[in-house]
C-alpha cells in the first residue's frame, strides 16, 4: 500500500470521528479517535481503524 492510501484511510477516519463530535475540532476529533481506538498514541491507525476504513473506503481495502 502507497503512502497515499494510507493518507486517504487516515483522513476518512479522522472526518468520521469529526462527524461524531459537537464543535469542529481537529483536536478533538482526534481525542475521540484515541478514546475510540481507531489511533494509537502515536496518531497512527490501529487495527480498528484501518478495519473502520475499510468500511469507510471499501475500494482501498
Known amino acids: 500500500m502507497n503512502t497515499q492510501q494510507h493518507f486517504l ?3 476518512a477516519v479522522l ?3 469529526e462527524q ?3 464543535e469542529p ?4 476529533a ?3 479517535g484515541r478514546a475510540m ?3 494509537d498514541s502515536h496518531n497512527k491507525l490501529s487495527q480498528s481503524g484501518e478495519l ?3 468500511i469507510l473506503l471499501p ?3
Open 30 to 32: 482526534m481525542k475521540y
Open 52 to 54: 473502520l476504513a475499510e
Open 9 to 11: 484511510k487516515f483522513e
Open 37 to 39: 481506538d481507531f489511533f
Open 20 to 22: 461524531r463530535m459537537t
Open 15 to 17: 472526518a468520521h470521528c
Open 59 to 61: 475500494s482501498y481495502a
Open 25 to 28: 475540532s481537529l483536536k478533538a
